[in-house]
Nanobody, 120 residues
Framework: QVQLVDSGGGLVQPGGSLRLSCAAS????????MSWYRQAPGKQRELVAA???????NYADSVKGRFTISRDNAKNTVYLQLNSLKPEDTAVYYC??????????????WGQGTLVTVSS
């Protein structure tokens, strides 16, 4: 069974930093795009950052210059470095990946979510 497990959330003061990780495990042929979404209380889930298998990235305007997405293809892991955190970054962060389990067969998977709380 293929799954994503994300981790690294916690409570941090404004201006602080966190690093989120998301590891894929199971019978994986290849991983295409990987991304991070977040959902704040009472709001819709939104895309935060994405990275292709080749390393191209894109970010939501609200996090540009503060967050950095990266991946380690050998470890099937995607990271999100969160710097200069603001209270409005408080949300549950979810990783997402498009995973090929064999040629021509793909799964769209979500991690279970990790809570980031930015508060003094």
């Amino acid at each position: 069974q293929v799954q994503l497990v994300d981790s690294g959330g916690g409570l941090v003061q404004p201006g602080g930093s966190l690093r989120l990780s998301c590891a894929a495990s199971g019978s994986i042929f290849n991983i295409n795009a990987m991304s991070w979404y977040r959902q704040a209380p009472g709001k819709q889930r939104e895309l935060v950052a994405a990275i292709t298998s080749g390393g191209s990235t894109n970010y939501a305007d609200s996090v540009k210059g503060r967050f950095t997405i990266s991946r380690d293809n050998a470890k099937n892991t995607v990271y999100l470095q969160l710097n200069s955190l603001k209270p409005e970054d408080t949300a549950v962060y979810y990783c997402h990946a498009n995973i090929a389990i064999q040629i021509g067969r793909y799964l769209e998977l979500w991690g279970q979510g990790t809570l980031v709380t930015v508060s003094s």
